[in-house]
């Protein structure tokens, strides 16, 4: 005859709230950009997606 003795229960860890929203409440999507190592090297030196951010907010639209 056995008995039976109770697992402990491990809970699993709670999952942090992630990327705080932006300032503006304006949603995010994923942009996926083909590049060479070294041109993915000098991107991460010039700041990464925020410098690219900036740059596009700042750029004008040509005139059609």
């Known amino acids: 005859m056995f008995t039976l003795i109770p697992m402990a229960t491990k809970q699993p860890p709670q999952r942090k709230p992630g990327r705080p929203p932006r300032e503006d409440g304006e949603k995010t999507v ?12 000098k991107l991460q030196i010039l700041g990464g997606a925020p ?10 639209l040509p005139k059609e």
Not at 30 to 41: F, H, Y
Not at 52 to 60: L, P, Q
């Open 51 to 60: 410098w690219v951010r900036e740059r596009i907010e700042k750029a004008k």
């Open 30 to 41: 994923p942009v996926a950009v083909r590049m060479t190592e070294g041109q993915r090297d």
